[in-house]
C-alpha cells in the first residue's frame, strides 16, 4: 500500500464504548498529525507528533488519547465520547519540518458518529 | 487567533473560469496552502506560496499577497471532475497549519 492509510473508514459508538481510530503511512515521513474535520467548518488541529515525540497537544478534551509505537502509525483512542464529538477525523503526515513547504499528506479519513 | 476567510461555494460552467479568494489574519506566515477534497475523500496537495506572485501549475494558478493578506486559487478550464471543496490554509510556524472552512466549488454542464 502507498500514502496514508486510516482505518475504520466509518465508526459508530455509544457515549460509553472504547474504540480506537488507526493511521499508518508508507511514505517515510517523520511527522504525523490527527485533525478534526466538522461539517462547514474548518479543520482543526488536535495532536502532532514529530519522531515519535509529541509535539502539540491542541486543548483536547482528555477523552481522546493518542498514540505513536513509531513513525508509521498513529492512534486515536476513544472513550466516553459525546454526540458534538462526531465527525470525520483526519490523519495526515509530512516529511520533518526543516523541508520547504513541508506538505501535509492525507489519509480519507474515519467517519465517526456518536450516539 | 487566526482567521482566514473563504466564500462558501461557488457554481461555475464546465470550460469557465473560477477564482477562489482566501484573506487571513495569522500571528505568524510560514507558506499558503491550497487542498483539493472531494466528497468522500482525503484532501490532496494543490499548490504552495511562501512569496510574492503567481504560481502555475497547468490550470491551476494561485497568487500570494503578503502584505494584503490574500491568495487566490484560479482554475481554468473546467471540468466536471472539478467540483470539490477548495482549502486555504496557512502554516504561522513550523508546522502549524490553520484552515480556512473551505470553498465547495460546483461545475455545471
Known amino acids: 500500500e502507498t500514502g496514508v492509510t486510516q482505518t475504520p473508514r466509518h465508526l459508530v459508538m455509544g457515549m460509553t464504548n472504547k474504540k480506537s481510530l488507526k493511521c499508518e503511512q508508507h511514505?517515510?515521513?517523520?511527522?504525523m498529525y490527527w485533525y478534526k474535520q466538522s461539517a462547514k467548518k474548518p479543520l482543526e488541529l488536535m495532536f502532532v507528533?514529530?519522531?515519535?515525540?509529541?509535539?502539540e497537544n491542541n486543548s483536547v478534551p482528555s477523552r481522546f488519547s493518542p498514540e505513536c509505537p513509531n513513525s508509521s502509525h498513529l492512534f486515536l483512542h476513544l472513550h466516553t465520547l459525546q454526540p458534538e464529538d462526531s465527525a470525520l477525523y483526519l490523519c495526515?503526515?509530512?516529511?520533518?519540518?526543516?523541508?520547504?513547504?513541508?506538505?501535509?499528506?492525507f489519509g480519507a479519513g474515519s467517519r465517526l458518529t456518536v450516539l | 487567533g487566526q482567521n482566514i476567510d473563504q466564500p462558501t461555494e461557488m457554481t461555475a460552467t464546465e470550460g469557465a473560469i473560477v477564482q477562489i479568494n482566501c484573506t487571513y489574519q495569522?500571528?505568524?506566515?510560514?507558506?499558503l496552502f491550497w487542498y483539493q477534497q472531494h466528497a468522500g475523500e482525503a484532501p490532496t496537495f494543490l499548490s504552495y506560496?511562501?512569496?510574492?506572485g503567481l504560481e502555475e501549475k497547468g490550470r491551476f494558478s494561485s497568487f500570494l499577497s503578503r502584505s494584503k493578506g490574500y491568495s487566490y486559487l484560479l482554475l481554468k478550464e473546467l471540468q466536471m471532475k472539478d467540483s470539490a471543496s477548495y482549502l486555504c490554509?496557512?502554516?504561522?510556524?513550523?508546522?502549524?497549519?490553520?484552515f480556512g472552512a473551505g470553498t465547495t466549488v460546483t461545475v455545471r454542464a
Open positions: 495526515a503526515s509530512s516529511q520533518d519540518w526543516s523541508s520547504g513547504a513541508n506538505v501535509l499528506t
Open positions: 511514505l517515510g515521513h517523520n511527522a
Open positions: 507528533y514529530s519522531l515519535e515525540e509529541r509535539v
Open positions: 495569522t500571528s505568524g506566515f510560514n507558506g
Open positions: 506560496n511562501v512569496l510574492d
Open positions: 490554509a496557512v502554516r504561522d510556524g513550523d508546522y502549524k497549519l490553520s
